[in-house]
C-alpha cells in the first residue's frame, strides 16, 4: 500500500509518501525532518484525531455544551462515536473536563465538557 | 446618564480584549474595564468548538472555550471590571469617552485615560462579493452557520456546497459532515489554498471532501429553498470559463470569503485606517493615530491564529496602561514600515524609536505562495533582521523579531525575497 500523507506539523507541508502495510512502514520520502517521520507513520497506520461537538442539555433547548475527547481517536471511530453523543444530554451544573461519557466506544478516550454551564 | 471612571477602558471581550485587559491590570493600572454588547465573555471563540487554539501559547491544542476560559478565569481573579450586554456606540477621542448602552443602565457613558478598541471583525458577505442568481433561502456566510450549529442547535442543510477554502468554512465542511450532512464540494477562486494547510488535511480530505480550485460558483438557483449552484472553472484573469460551467444540485450555500474588521467606532473616532486591512494603523505599542486609543486582535487585522492576537493584545494592555499612568516610552523618532516585494501589509504599520532599545515582533503577510523565501527586514541595503522560510503562503502569517536600536534612517523595508 502507497499513501501520501501532508506532515501538519509544521507549516511547512512536506508531502510524505508512504509505503507499507497494515501494521509497518516499509519507507518514507519526502519529510523534511524527523518529527514528519513520527508524524506520517503514525498517521499512517493509525490516524487518530480529536473529536469535537456539542450536547444538548437537558431542560434547555436554547444552549448547547460544547464537548470534545480528552484525547485523540481512532478517524475510523469518529462516526460511531457521534451516534453515542448525539442521544446523550447533561444535566446542569457542569464543570469543565467534567466526564460526559467515559470510554467512549472503547476508545479509552472520555467525552469531556470544554466549559463549565453552571 | 451613568458614569463609571477607569483608567484603561477595553471594547470587546474576545480573546484580544481578554488579554489587553489582562496586561493593563498586571502593568499596575488600577481600574481596567470590559465593555462587551454579548452576555457573555469570550468572542468569536464562543462559537470555535473545534480543537486548534493555543498551539504556540500553551503548547496545547485547545477547543475555543477551553483557550478562552484561560484568560477569563484570570479576568475575574485579577479583578478586571466587566460591563455585559453594553453595547458600545461611540468613541469621543477627545474627552476620552466611551457611550454604550446597557440593559440595566441605559446609556451609559464611561470616562478613561486609555482606550483599547478590540471589537474583533465580520463577515464578508454574498452581497460584499456579488453572486448573480436568485435570492432563496438556504444561503448563509460560515460563520453565521457556525453559530446556528454550535450555539443555537439549528442544522442549515443537508446537501452543501462551500465557496471559499477560509478556515471557517473548512472547519464548517467537517463539523457538518459530522452531524451527518454531505458537503458536495468547496470551491476556490484562487490556484491556492485560503486558510491553514491543517483545516485542509483534516476537515476536506478526511472526508473526502473535493477542494476545486480555480472555481468559482457563477450562479445559485432555486426559488424558495437552493435547489443547486452553477460552478466553472476560472482562466488567469478570475473570469469563469462558462463553456465548462456545471451544476451542482444543493440545498445550501456557505461563503467563507473572508473577514473585514469592524471599526465604525474607529472611523467615527477619526482613527487612521490602513486601506489595506480595512484596521487602524499601529505602531509597536498596538497604538493608532490618536494617542489615548489603542487597537488589538482582529479589528487591527484578521489573523489567522489566536496565539498571535493574544500576543499583540497584551502589548495593547500594557501601553495603555503606560499611557494612562504617566509612563510611556519617550518617542525619538518614528519609521516608517514599507512593504517590499511579495509582502502585502505588516502590522505594526511603522515603528517608534524611543528612549528604550525594544524587541518588537513584526507580523506582516505575503502577497502569492512562494517556496525557498528569505524574509528580510532592512534599513537602506543594511539588513537589520532575516529569516528563511521553506514555504510562504498568503493564509499564515509571518514574522520577524526586530531590535528598535538597530534601526537606521526614517524607513524600515519588509521583504520576502527569492533565494535560489
Ligand atoms: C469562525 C472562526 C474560526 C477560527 N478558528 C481558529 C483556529 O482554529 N485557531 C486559531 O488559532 N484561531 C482561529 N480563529 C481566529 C481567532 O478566533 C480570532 O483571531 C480571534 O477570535 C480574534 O479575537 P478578537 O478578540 O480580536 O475578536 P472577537 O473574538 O471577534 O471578539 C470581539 C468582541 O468584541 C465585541 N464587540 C464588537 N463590537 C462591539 C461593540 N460595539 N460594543 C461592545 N462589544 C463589541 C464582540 O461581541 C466580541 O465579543 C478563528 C476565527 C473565526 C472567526
Ligand atoms: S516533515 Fe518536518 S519540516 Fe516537513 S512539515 Fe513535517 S515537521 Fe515540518
Do not use: W
Not at chain 1, 92 to 97: A, M, R, T
Not at chain 2, 37 to 59: M, V
Not at chain 2, 91 to 98: L, P, Q
Request: some cysteine; glycine content about 8%.
Amino acid at each position: 500500500m502507497e499513501k501520501e500523507i501532508i506532515c501538519t506539523v509544521c507549516p511547512r507541508g512536506c508531502h510524505i509518501k508512504v509505503v507499507g502495510d497494515d501494521k509497518n512502514v516499509q519507507s518514507l520520502e519526502g519529510y523534511g525532518c524527523k518529527r514528519g517521520v513520527d508524524y506520517a507513520t503514525a498517521e499512517f497506520i493509525s490516524p487518530v484525531r480529536i473529536l469535537t461537538t456539542t450536547v444538548k442539555i437537558d431542560g434547555n433547548d436554547a444552549d448547547l455544551l460544547p464537548v470534545r475527547s480528552n484525547k485523540p481517536l481512532p478517524k475510523d471511530k469518529l462516526f460511531e462515536c457521534m451516534e453515542i453523543i448525539r442521544k446523550t444530554s447533561v444535566k446542569l451544573p457542569i464543570k469543565q473536563y467534567d466526564v460526559v461519557i467515559s470510554n467512549i466506544c472503547d476508545s479509552g478516550a472520555d467525552i469531556v465538557a470544554s466549559k463549565s454551564v453552571l | 446618564m451613568y458614569n463609571i471612571n477607569c483608567d484603561v477602558a477595553v471594547i470587546g471581550g474576545g480573546p484580544a480584549g481578554l488579554a489587553a485587559a489582562i496586561a493593563a491590570k498586571k502593568e499596575g493600572a488600577e481600574k481596567v474595564l470590559i465593555i462587551e454588547r454579548d452576555e457573555s465573555l469570550g468572542g468569536i471563540l464562543q462559537q470555535c468548538i473545534h480543537p486548534g487554539f493555543g498551539l504556540t501559547r500553551f503548547n496545547e491544542e485547545l477547543t475555543g472555550p477551553e483557550y478562552y476560559s484561560r484568560f477569563t478565569e484570570e479576568v475575574s481573579s485579577l479583578g478586571v471590571e466587566v460591563l455585559l450586554n453594553s453595547m458600545v456606540l461611540e468613541v469621543n477621542d477627545s474627552e476620552k469617552t466611551v457611550i454604550c448602552v446597557n440593559k440595566e443602565y441605559g446609556m451609559t457613558k464611561v470616562v478613561a485615560k486609555s482606550i483599547v478598541l478590540a471589537m474583533g471583525c465580520r463577515e464578508r458577505t454574498r452581497a460584499n462579493i456579488v453572486t448573480p442568481g436568485t435570492r432563496p433561502a438556504g444561503i448563509y456566510t460560515a460563520g453565521s452557520a457556525q453559530r446556528l450549529i454550535n450555539r443555537q442547535n439549528i442544522m442549515v442543510g443537508k446537501k452543501i456546497v462551500i465557496l471559499g477554502s477560509g478556515d471557517i468554512g473548512m472547519i464548517m465542511a467537517r463539523r457538518m459532515t459530522l452531524e451527518g450532512a454531505n458537503v458536495v464540494m468547496v470551491v476556490e477562486l484562487m490556484d491556492y489554498l485560503a486558510g491553514l494547510t491543517r483545516n485542509k488535511v483534516q476537515c476536506l480530505d478526511d472526508f473526502n471532501i473535493p477542494l476545486k480550485t480555480s472555481h468559482t460558483i457563477t450562479k445559485i438557483v432555486g426559488d424558495k429553498r437552493v435547489e443547486g449552484v452553477y460552478v466553472a472553472p476560472v482562466d488567469e484573469n478570475k473570469k469563469p470559463i462558462l463553456e465548462k460551467e456545471e451544476f451542482v444540485a444543493c440545498d445550501t450555500v456557505l461563503f467563507s470569503v473572508g473577514l473585514i474588521p469592524e471599526n465604525e467606532l474607529s472611523k467615527n473616532a477619526e482613527v487612521e485606517i490602513c486601506p489595506v486591512t480595512n484596521g487602524p494603523v499601529v505602531n509597536q505599542y498596538m497604538q493608532t493615530s490618536k494617542e489615548a486609543i489603542f487597537a488589538c486582535g482582529n479589528v487591527v487585522h484578521v489573523n489567522d491564529l489566536v496565539d498571535n492576537v493574544s500576543a499583540e493584545s497584551e502589548q495593547a494592555g500594557k501601553y495603555a496602561a503606560r499611557l494612562a499612568m504617566g509612563s510611556f516610552p519617550e518617542k525619538e523618532k518614528e519609521i516608517a514600515v514599507k512593504t517590499g516585494r511579495n509582502v502585502r501589509y505588516t502590522c505594526p504599520h511603522k515603528l517608534i524609536k524611543s528612549n528604550e532599545n525594544e524587541k518588537v515582533n513584526l507580523y506582516f503577510r505575503v502577497l502569492a505562495p512562494e517556496k525557498s523565501v528569505k524574509l528580510i527586514a532592512r534599513c537602506g541595503e543594511e539588513i537589520i533582521s532575516s529569516k528563511k522560510e521553506y514555504r510562504v503562503n498568503p493564509g499564515e502569517m509571518n514574522n520577524l523579531c526586530i531590535e528598535t536600536a538597530k534601526i537606521s534612517g526614517n524607513e524600515i523595508v519588509i521583504e520576502a525575497l527569492k533565494e535560489e
